[in-house]
C-alpha cells in the first residue's frame, strides 16, 4: 500500500530564509513522488517530480527536493524565501505499476507562512 | 495550451439536493480523474477514466456519487442526494497517461467549491 505523511501541518519562516517541508512515503515500489503547490482560490501547481532519474530534482521557483530511498524520504526545500510562497503544499506518492492506474495519493499538506 | 476548465466555480445547495459538476480536459489527454478535497485535508481520488472507460472507481461512493465521460472528452460528475459532508472542493484533473512514468503528471482545474447547507 501507498501512503505520505507530511510531518508538519504548519510551517512558519521569515522571508530571506530557508525554507525545509518534511515528507515520508511509503511504497512496496519504487513509486513516482510529486510536490504540489495550490495558492488560496486556485488550482493544484506542480512544483517538481521523481521518476526515477536524479536523486536531486530541481522545480520551479527555486524549490527542490531529495528523494531519499534509505530513510524513504522526500523533503522539499528552497534557501531563501519569498513571500509569494505562502500557500499550502502538497506531498504526493503515485505508483507505477499498471492495476494502480496511476492515482495520486496525497498527504495531509503543510502550510508554510512567510513573515516579512 | 489551454488549461483544465470546471464549472461551476461555487454551488450552493441544501442538503437532499442533487448538484453536477463539468470538466473539460487538457485537449488530447486520454485520463481524467476526478478528486474530492474536504477542508484541511489532501485530495482523494475519486474516479478516474482512460478515455470513456472507468479505470478506478473504488473509492466513489457509488449510492449518491456517479460519473460519467461518455465521448472520452468532457466528464461530468452528479450528487443525488447530497449530504452535509460532501461540502468540499471537487477537483478534475487529466493527463496524456499513466504508464508513462516519466510523463505522468497530473494537471488539475481551478476546482468547483460545494457548499451543502
Known amino acids: 500500500a501507498q501512503s505520505v505523511t507530511q510531518l508538519d501541518s504548519h510551517v512558519s519562516v521569515s522571508e530571506g530564509t530557508p525554507v525545509l517541508l518534511r515528507c515520508n512515503y511509503s511504497?512496496?515500489?519504487?513509486?513516482?513522488l510529486f510536490w504540489y503547490v495550490q495558492h488560496p482560490n486556485k488550482g493544484l501547481q506542480l512544483l517538481l517530480k521523481?521518476?526515477?532519474?536524479?536523486?536531486l530534482v530541481k522545480g520551479i521557483n527555486g524549490f527542490e527536493a531529495e528523494f531519499k530511498k534509505s530513510e524513504t524520504s522526500f523533503h522539499l526545500t528552497k534557501p531563501s524565501a519569498h513571500m509569494s510562497d505562502a500557500a499550502e503544499y502538497f506531498c504526493?506518492?503515485?505508483?507505477?505499476?499498471?492495476?494502480?492506474?496511476?492515482?495520486?495519493?496525497f498527504g495531509q499538506g503543510t502550510e508554510l507562512s512567510v513573515k516579512p | 495550451e489551454a488549461g483544465v476548465a470546471q464549472s461551476p466555480r461555487y454551488k450552493i445547495i441544501e442538503k437532499r439536493q442533487s448538484v453536477a459538476f463539468w470538466c473539460n480536459p487538457i485537449?488530447?489527454?486520454?485520463?481524467l480523474y476526478w478528486y474530492q478535497q474536504i477542508l484541511g485535508q489532501g485530495p482523494k481520488l475519486l474516479i478516474q477514466?482512460?478515455?470513456?472507460?472507468?479505470?478506478?472507481d473504488s473509492q466513489l461512493p457509488k449510492d449518491r456519487f456517479s460519473a460519467e465521460r461518455l465521448k472520452g472528452v468532457d466528464s461530468t460528475l452528479k450528487i443525488q442526494p447530497a449530504k452535509l459532508e460532501d461540502s468540499a472542493v471537487y477537483l478534475c484533473?487529466?493527463?496524456?497517461?499513466?504508464?508513462?512514468?516519466?510523463?505522468?503528471?497530473?494537471?488539475f482545474g481551478p476546482g468547483t467549491r460545494l457548499t451543502v447547507l
Open positions: 511504497s512496496s515500489y519504487s513509486p513516482s
Open positions: 504526493v506518492v503515485s505508483p507505477i505499476y499498471y492495476n494502480q492506474g496511476g492515482k495520486l495519493i
Open positions: 477514466f482512460q478515455n470513456n472507460g472507468v479505470v478506478d
Open positions: 521523481y521518476t526515477s532519474a536524479a536523486t
Open positions: 484533473a487529466s493527463n496524456h497517461g499513466f504508464r508513462d512514468r516519466d510523463h505522468n503528471e497530473q494537471f
Open positions: 485537449s488530447g489527454h486520454a485520463t
